[in-house]
């Protein structure tokens, strides 16, 4: 039961994190740093009252070590999110396996990849799933 309510709230910060990209994407249009769509798209999940955390530290193990020196979250919703933010006129490949990968390394299910830079931001969104 604990793993279906998981599942059902990262449902839900999945659509307001969706709702929150389009707000700010409506208010502010594309053509602004990545820093800026930050602070705003975090605003929006503050609103929400949804728990948040901007350029989150991604530990990594080597061997029986533990360190945060390296990977960085953009936003980290609720502790069960990760969304990387860009507003780039194209989206790198290796984007999608930097996400996959900060996904593994948190123990995560679920990000979101998410370009400001498009006219229309349903373009910009992708979801991933682990």
């Given at each position: 039961?604990?793993?279906?309510?998981?599942?059902?709230?990262?449902?839900?910060?999945?659509?307001?994190?969706?709702?929150?990209?389009?707000?700010?994407?409506?208010?502010?249009?594309?053509?602004?740093?990545?820093?800026?769509?930050?602070?705003?798209?975090?605003?929006?999940?503050?609103?929400?009252?949804i728990?948040?955390?901007?350029?989150?530290?991604?530990?990594?193990?080597?061997?029986?070590?533990?360190?945060t020196?390296?990977?960085?979250?953009?936003?980290?919703?609720?502790?069960?999110?990760?969304?990387?933010?860009?507003?780039?006129?194209?989206?790198?490949?290796?984007?999608?396996?930097?996400?996959?990968?900060?996904?593994?390394?948190?123990?995560?299910?679920?990000?979101?990849?998410?370009?400001?830079?498009?006219?229309?931001?349903?373009?910009?969104?992708?979801?991933?799933?682990?």
């Amino acid at each position: 039961m604990a793993n279906n309510f998981s599942m059902q709230h990262q449902e839900f910060l999945g659509k307001e994190i969706v709702d929150c990209a389009y707000k700010v994407h409506k208010e502010l249009g594309p053509g602004l740093l990545e820093k800026v769509y930050e602070v705003c798209f975090c605003y929006e999940l503050d609103k929400k009252g949804i728990p948040n955390g901007r350029q989150v530290p991604i530990p990594i193990r080597y061997e029986d070590k533990f360190f945060t020196e390296g990977f960085v979250a953009d936003v980290l919703v609720d502790e069960l999110v990760i969304c990387e933010l860009k507003s780039v006129t194209e989206i790198n490949p290796v984007w999608h396996a930097q996400i996959i990968s900060h996904l593994k390394l948190m123990g995560l299910k679920l990000g979101y990849l998410i370009n400001f830079n498009v006219p229309l931001i349903k373009n910009g969104i992708k979801r991933f799933v682990i």
